[in-house]
């Protein structure tokens, strides 16, 4: 079992950097690979980027490559997502979520559906406006 919490989100301009943190409580965190999600009103949750449970591993959605960048720190039970670059489209509550395997799948399609995860955060909102 493995509770999750995130925190680091708030209002920012367009250009600005936020790092969001997501806090895991249970052991062998290092088992687990982790999420981050997003979800703005109206639209559905979508995947932003995955970690996996060494931090080796990486994959990142289209238009956040380059701009959002996934670590983590499995001795303190941490996730990061730093987000560099903002924009008003990032505008969303952002969720950290984990699954028990340490390796990313081979399939996108695997790695952003959110179905796939069984442990999921409360979410922490981030704002991008002028």
């Known amino acids: 079992q493995v509770q999750l919490v995130e925190s680091g989100g708030g209002q920012v301009h367009p250009g600005d950097s936020l790092k969001l943190t997501c806090t895991a409580s249970?052991?062998?965190?290092?088992?687990?690979?982790t999420a981050w999600f997003r979800q703005a009103p109206g639209k559905e949750r979508e995947f932003v980027a995955i970690?996996?449970?060494?931090?080796?591993?990486?994959f990142y959605a289209y238009d956040v490559k380059g701009r959002f960048t996934a670590s983590r720190d499995n001795a303190k039970n941490l996730v990061f997502l730093s987000m560099n670059s903002l924009k008003p489209e990032d505008t969303a509550v952002y969720y950290c979520?984990?699954?028990?395997?340490?390796?990313?799948?081979?399939?996108?399609?695997?790695?952003?559906?959110?179905?796939?995860?069984?442990?999921w955060g409360q979410g922490t909102q981030v704002t991008v406006s002028s």
């Open positions: 249970g052991s062998s965190f290092s088992n687990y690979r």
């Open positions: 979520a984990a699954i028990l395997g340490a390796v990313n799948p081979p399939s996108s399609r695997s790695r952003s559906d959110p179905n796939q995860y069984h442990y």
């Open positions: 970690i996996s449970g060494s931090g080796a591993s990486t």
